[in-house]
């Protein structure tokens, strides 16, 4: 549940940034009106959406149950987006919008998924805790995304910003890959 919580942490981070700061990034790096870059930040969302239905459909079906396979793949997949979405060169809203769906598509899924391995993981009296206290990890990333990476945006540019993100995104992987063949905690049912 810690290796969880700590991994949350980098999540929130890489889902609150590109949902907060999208916007901003578009229109001062790319040149985008305020309406068009906002228009990114709804395919974002709609591909949280598609994410959420597909990382839960397949972590039950694919994977019998468990949740780490695909918050790997999905956390490999959406620091390559991200990656992606910073090189699209400017006045490629298509490309953009496809990058930006891609983020939402493979960031909520580690997202939803956490907040359930955390449950599944502990004993049944306990779960609503331990996703509590996964939760609380995620909110903290969700502040570290704020001030402290608009500094970064500030001071050390986009770039900067995107180093930032691309390393929450490594560091997700890096966590749940010890947790890839885990299975719900017998004890729980």
Known sequence: VWIL???YFFVYVVR???????ILFLVEHKGYSVLSAGMGVFWFEVGGFVGTISAGWASDRIFKGRRAPMMIIFSAGVTLAVAA???????????????LFAIGCLIFGPQM?????????SHKK??????????????LGAAAAGYPLGKVAQDWGWHGFFIIVGIC???VLA???????????PQAA
Do not use: H, Q, R
């Not at 609150?16 to 999208?22: L, P």
């Not at 609503?128 to 996964?134: D, K, P, R």
């Open 16 to 22: 609150t940034a590109i949902n907060d700061w999208t």
């Open 113 to 121: 998924l956490t907040g359930i391995a955390a449950a599944e993981l």
């Open 126 to 139: 306990a779960a609503a805790t331990s996703s509590g206290f996964a939760g609380y990890f995620a909110y």
């Open 5 to 7: 919580a700590i991994s």
């Open 85 to 99: 979405f910073w090189y699209v060169p400017a006045g490629n809203m298509m490309l953009d919008f496809m990058a």
């Open 175 to 185: 966590l749940l890959i010890p947790l890839w063949s885990v299975k719900a905690n």
């Open 169 to 171: 995104g490594i560091l």
